[in-house]
Nanobody, 126 residues
Framework: QVQLVESGGGLVQAGGSLELSCVAS????????MGWFRQAPGKGREREFV??????????YYADSVKGRFTVSRNNTKNTVSLQMNSLKPEDTAVYYC?????????????????WGQGTQVAVSS
């Protein structure tokens, strides 16, 4: 069992930056692939893939919409995963979720993830 808690959301102007953090409690954090997803307002319950990082941090995967602007990283000694978001755009406005998946790969689909945080709100003004 893994519990995930996100932080770092807020309101920022377009072109600005935010760093989201996710702290995990429970066993074997270093064995999980960690992912970030987002749910934009008015898009129902659909969660859009943002980024993922494998257990060692040596493999990362990004959605095309954030490639070159966002960076995912992890610290297995602190049980944390971070998402550095630069050059933010209004279309990045969403609730951002941290998620954990077993299996060793790097996944872009929500159904691959077993554990989810409660989300943190990011709002980007134009």
């Amino acid at each position: 069992q893994v519990q995930l808690v996100e932080s770092g959301g807020g309101l920022v102007q377009a072109g600005g930056s935010l760093e989201l953090s996710c702290v995990a409690s429970g066993r074997a954090f270093s064995t999980y692939t960690m992912g970030w997803f987002r749910q934009a307002p008015g898009k129902g319950r659909e969660r859009e893939f943002v980024a993922a990082i494998n257990w060692s941090g040596g493999g990362t995967y990004y959605a095309d919409s954030v490639k070159g602007r966002f960076t995912v990283s992890r610290n297995n000694t602190k049980n944390t995963v971070s998402l550095q978001m630069n050059s933010l755009k209004p279309e990045d406005t969403a609730v951002y979720y941290c998620a954990a998946a077993g299996g060793g790969g790097v996944y872009g689909t929500p159904t691959a993830y077993n554990y989810w945080g409660q989300g943190t709100q990011v709002a980007v003004s134009s």
